[in-house]
């Protein structure tokens, strides 16, 4: 999506920052259009919304490109049987159609979204809501995400969480959350492999 605001606002003639595009990272819709309209105004940011929203409509549906490692990873949790959720800003049903477009939605036992809950990202809502739907203890659940709104609510939410940053490298701000930062999703199967082999095998609903 940071894609696509960046090319309408060239088409369009709006100045957005850098910055402020890459502080929209994990943030809600709603979070999103306040940001932008506070910086361009609501009429120019709804115009601007509307555009790119319909563009990457358009890449959704042609299929969402894979995080490096992602079906590995999961392959890995499935063979072991671990309860598996996104837990995403994105409202339905754009979520279940990027991860069906994507070819992952088979790998979930559930989804989560802002549409579904009170507060998105950095409250902890939608983490909370992912563990209700899995019937797991927040406290037994990893969190992987690539966004420091992301952490900041996986880490509310009582959850270990692992940082994979992909357009956003976290700043000392993030790095004092304490959470553990790794550079790929192929390091976080690796860290994984020796706990999965000894740990009990878990049954999802």
Not at 178 to 187: C, K, P, T
């Amino acid at each position: 999506m940071l894609g696509c605001l960046e090319h309408v606002a060239r088409q369009q003639g709006c100045t957005v920052s850098r910055e402020l595009l890459l502080s929209l990272i994990g943030s809600s819709d709603a979070a999103t259009r306040q940001r932008l309209g506070d910086a361009l105004g609501m009429e120019r940011t709804d115009a601007l919304l509307a555009a790119s929203y319909a563009r990457y409509d358009g890449i959704v549906e042609a299929g969402v490109p894979h995080r490096p490692g992602i079906v590995e990873l999961l392959e890995l949790l499935v063979e072991h049987a671990v309860p598996r959720a996104v837990a995403t800003a994105t409202r339905q049903p754009l979520a279940s159609r990027k991860l069906e477009a994507a070819g992952l939605l088979h790998y979930f036992n559930a989804v989560a979204t802002s549409s579904e809950v009170a507060h998105s990202k950095p409250a902890p809502d939608i983490y909370l809501l992912a563990a209700r739907k899995l019937d797991v203890d927040p406290s037994h659940c990893l969190a992987l995400e690539d966004s420091p709104t992301g952490v900041r609510a996986a880490l509310a939410a009582g959850m270990t969480t692992v940082q994979v940053p992909d357009l956003l490298a976290p700043d000392a701000g993030v790095r004092a959350l304490g959470h553990r930062i790794v550079g790929s999703l192929h390091e976080v199967r690796r860290q994984l492999l020796p706990w999965l082999d000894t740990a009990p095998v878990l049954q999802a609903e």
